[in-house]
């Protein structure tokens, strides 16, 4: 069985500085999937980055960055100079290919940009 | 990306009544889901849509509640039977190019219901 941990309901962060959302995971597989989603206030799930099991250097596109710690079984989402326009949830989860790659879905942090 | 539309985008439903979600894809994909959020939660997985066969549902979710169907590799459609408040949520269709294509899943823009 797999499961997401977002440790963090709420952060605060100012605009133009960086901030890194928490993501750990636990799964017995060795071949895996992680994913940040961005939900704004509208519902929609934007898809943000992806880092597979078996890649060695951390995902980046554009602000977002990846921080891949897997002896740690952490995916940290790192998003450097901060917009008001990053306010929103957001969502880490896992895939599991021998599960028929469904998604499973960390609880979600809400981050705020200050102006 | 793929470009995917759901109609409605929101509804408002009296309790005893059904609700039929659709999910359109600009592209051919392979796997195609349906999640459910309810307020303040996060994403769960209802069912994988098989085309040309019965959906795959997840433990606690059943055919009689949510039918769904998926006559091709662009659409599917989710219903939700017989509601009662609880079933308030946003309802989103997910899908994926290939069973290959890990690295890739996309969301539709959600349908918000409101059971009254």
């Known amino acids: 069985a797999q499961k997401i941990t977002q440790t963090q309901p709420g952060m605060f962060v100012q605009e133009k500085e960086a901030v890194t959302l928490d993501c750990t995971y636990d799964?017995?597989?060795?071949?895996?999937?992680l994913f940040w989603y961005k939900q704004p206030s509208s519902g929609e799930m934007i898809f943000l980055i992806y880092?597979?099991?078996?890649?060695?250097q951390n995902a980046t596109e554009g602000r977002y960055s990846l921080n891949f710690q897997k002896a740690r079984k952490s995916a940290n989402l790192v998003i450097s100079a901060s917009q008001l326009g990053d306010s929103a949830m957001y969502f880490c989860?896992?895939?599991?290919?021998?599960?028929?790659?469904?998604?499973?879905f960390g609880g979600g942090t809400r981050l705020m940009v200050k102006p | 990306s793929a470009v995917i539309s759901q109609k409605p985008s929101r509804d408002i439903c009296q309790r005893g009544t059904s609700l039929t979600i659709q999910c359109q894809v600009d592209?051919?994909?392979?796997?195609m889901f349906w999640y459910r959020q309810q307020p303040g939660q996060s994403l769960t997985l209802i069912a994988t849509a098989n085309q040309g066969s019965e959906a795959t549902y997840e433990s606690g979710f059943v055919i009689d509640k949510f039918p769904i169907s998926r006559p091709n590799l662009t659409f599917s459609t989710l219903t939700v039977s017989n509601m009662s408040p609880e079933d308030s949520s946003i309802y989103l269709c997910s899908v994926r190019r290939s069973a290959g294509g890990e690295n890739e899943q996309f969301f539709g823009p959600g349908t918000r219901l409101t059971v009254l």
């Open positions: 880092q597979g099991s078996y890649d060695e």
């Open positions: 592209s051919q994909v392979t796997m």
């Open positions: 989860a896992m895939s599991d290919y021998n599960a028929g790659n469904m998604l499973t």
């Open positions: 799964t017995s597989d060795q071949s895996y999937g």
